[in-house]
Nanobody, 115 residues
Framework: VQLVESGGGLVQPGGSLRLSCAAS????????MSWYRQALGQERELVAS????????DYADSVKGRFTISRDNAKTTVYLQMNSLKPEDTAVYYC?????????WGQGTQVTVSS
């Protein structure tokens, strides 16, 4: 099983980034997918999630209206489009796959929002 995040980097406040998470080794379309983030010295928090069937989405209040999660089951990839980025969005962003009690995590990608 692999979850490989990419797309992180340094961006100025107000800018945009698109994170990708390429999945392999499991039945991607059967898993709910999520993005979490962990800022330095803080606990990991859920940012956005998308269901396996129907593609229903949910967002943390702090990112609603700015971030969009999507998935492409044919490419076994989940995305996080991040717009209007703020310094408080700075964190390591992790991809998560979940089905019942099974949980997979990626290695994370750093997002830094700074001028």
């Amino acid at each position: 099983v692999q979850l490989v995040e990419s797309g992180g980097g340094l961006v100025q406040p107000g800018g945009s980034l698109r994170l990708s998470c390429a999945a392999s080794g499991f039945a991607f379309s059967s898993y709910a997918m999520s993005w979490y983030r962990q800022a330095l010295g803080q606990e990991r928090e859920l940012v956005a999630s998308i269901t396996s069937v129907g593609g229903s989405t949910d967002y943390a209040d702090s990112v609603k209206g700015r971030f969009t999660i999507s998935r492409d089951n044919a490419k076994t990839t989940v995305y996080l489009q991040m717009n209007s980025l703020k310094p408080e969005d700075t964190a390591v962003y992790y991809c998560n796959a979940r089905r019942r009690v099974v949980d997979f995590w990626g290695q994370g990608t750093q997002v830094t929002v700074s001028s």
